[in-house]
C-alpha cells in the first residue's frame, strides 16, 4: 500500500463515465464469482508453467510509486527484462539502480513488450492509459498480457478488460495486499480477476513480485474482494484506535492493553502489526509520526469504491459508509497524506496521543 503514488502518466484524468448499470454489475459479478472453485481460490505464486520459460517474457511497468517502484525492482532482479514509465524522474532512478530499464512515455516502454504492468492511482488513471485513442491497448500485439495492480473500481477493470479482449490481449485485475513492506520484500498477495488461462501465464511473473495468489472469478472480481478487504480493514483500524482512547482515558497502558488485545477475540493486524498508537509498535507508521504506510487519502478513495460497489447491487454497507466518513473528516483535519491509521487522533479527540 502506498501513502503516495508517483504514477500516473500524463495523460488526461478525466474520468470516463460509469456506463454499467447496476443489473448488468450485479449480473457480471455473480458470473464471475460463479466461476471461484474452492481448487483455484488460493494458492502460492513460487511454481512456473509446464513448457515456458517465463523469464523470456519482455516486461512494461507502467507506475513507479511507492508499491510499484519495489515491484518493478523485484521482476529485473527475478531476471526479467523490465522496461518502464513513470512521471517522476527520481522514480526512474531509482528502478534504473535495480536494472530496470527506463522509457520516455508509457508507449515506448511497451514496445515489444509481452507483458504489461501497471500500479496506477485511481480509476481514471487506468481507464486514461489503456483506452481510446492512443491508449496502451492501440500499441499492444494481441496475444499479449496486461496485470493492473491498481485497486480501482470493478466497473472501470471490466471496461478496459473488454476492449483488452475485443483486441485479442488478456487482462487480469490483480490489486494488492500487504503494502509497501511487502512489497519491498516480494511477499505481497495477488487478488485475481480474470480467465484462469492468463492467471495461469502470469503466475511465475507474479511470483517475482509475491507469495500468494487468489483467483477470485472473472473480470472485475479481483476489485470487489480487494474493495471488501479494505472496507473491512478500515472499519477495524478506527474501532481499534476507538478501543485504544477509551482504555487509555482510563488510565491504561495502551502498550499493555494492546498486548492483551493482540492474544484476545479483539486481535487484528491493527493490534499487531500496524497499531494506531505511537510507541506500541516501533515499526508502525504510527512510532514515526504516521509518515509512510497506506495514506488515509488512499483509504479514503477505497471505502469510496467499496461504498459505489454496494449502490451498484444494492447492498448495505452502513459500517463502511460509517468509515469513509471517518476517514474524509480525518482528511479535512490536515491528515490526508498520513497513514491512515492517523485515523486514531480523530476518534481520541482532546484525549489522543498528540493531544
Excluded at 460509469?18 to 464471475?32: C, E, H, Q, R
Aim: hydrophobic letters at 45%; charged letters at 10%.
Amino acid at each position: 500500500m502506498s501513502n503516495t503514488t508517483n504514477s500516473t502518466t500524463g495523460n488526461p484524468t478525466n474520468s470516463a463515465t460509469n456506463g454499467v448499470t447496476s443489473n448488468a454489475m450485479s449480473s457480471a459479478m455473480s458470473s464471475a464469482m460463479s466461476n471461484v472453485t474452492s481448487s483455484t481460490t488460493s494458492s502460492t505464486t513460487s511454481g512456473t508453467t509446464s513448457g515456458t520459460n517465463a523469464v523470456e517474457e519482455r516486461i512494461a511497468f507502467i507506475g513507479l510509486g511507492h508499491m510499484g517502484g519495489p515491484m518493478a525492482m523485484n521482476l529485473a532482479k527475478a531476471g526479467y527484462a523490465v522496461t518502464a514509465f513513470d512521471v517522476s524522474p527520481a522514480a526512474l532512478e531509482r528502478a534504473g539502480q535495480a536494472g530496470v530499464m527506463a522509457a520516455p512515455s508509457a508507449a515506448a516502454a511497451v514496445e515489444g513488450a509481452t507483458v504489461v504492468i501497471s500500479m496506477l492511482p485511481a480509476s481514471q488513471h487506468v481507464e486514461a492509459l489503456y483506452l481510446g485513442e492512443g491508449g496502451l491497448l492501440s500499441h499492444l500485439a494481441a496475444g499479449a498480457l496486461v496485470i493492473d495492480c491498481s485497486t480501482i473500481a470493478p466497473a472501470s477493470a471490466q471496461r478496459v478488460s473488454l476492449a483488452a479482449e475485443t483486441r485479442g490481449i488478456a487482462m487480469l485485475d490483480a490489486p494488492v495486499s500487504g503494502g509497501t513492506a511487502g512489497a519491498a520484500a516480494g511477499t505481497l498477495t495477488f487478488i485475481v480477476g480474470g480467465e484462469a488461462q492468463a492467471l495461469e501465464r502470469a503466475r511465475p511473473v507474479l511470483g517475482a513480485m509475491g507469495k500468494n495468489v487468489f483467483h477470485m472469478g472473472g473480470a472485475g472480481a479481483g476489485q470487489v474482494a480487494k474493495l471488501c478487504n479494505n472496507m473491512a480493514l478500515g472499519v477495524i483500524m478506527a474501532v481499534t484506535g476507538e478501543a485504544l482512547a477509551l482504555g487509555v482515558s482510563h488510565g491504561l497502558d495502551p502498550q499493555a492493553l494492546s498486548a492483551m488485545m493482540a492474544v484476545s477475540t479483539g486481535r487484528s493486524w491493527a493490534t499487531e502489526v500496524c497499531n494506531p498508537w505511537p510507541g506500541v509498535k516501533p515499526e508502525a507508521p504510527a512510532s514515526r509520526g504516521y509518515a509512510g504506510g497506506f495514506g488515509n487519502d488512499l483509504m479514503l478513495k477505497d471505502l469510496g469504491l467499496a461504498v459505489e460497489a454496494a449502490l451498484q447491487v444494492g447492498a448495505a454497507v452502513p459500517l463502511g459508509e460509517l468509515a469513509r466518513n471517518l476517514y474524509a473528516l480525518n482528511s479535512r483535519a490536515g491528515r490526508g497524506r498520513l497513514d491512515f491509521s492517523s485515523v486514531q487522533q480523530l476518534v481520541a479527540g482532546d484525549g489522543g496521543p498528540l493531544g
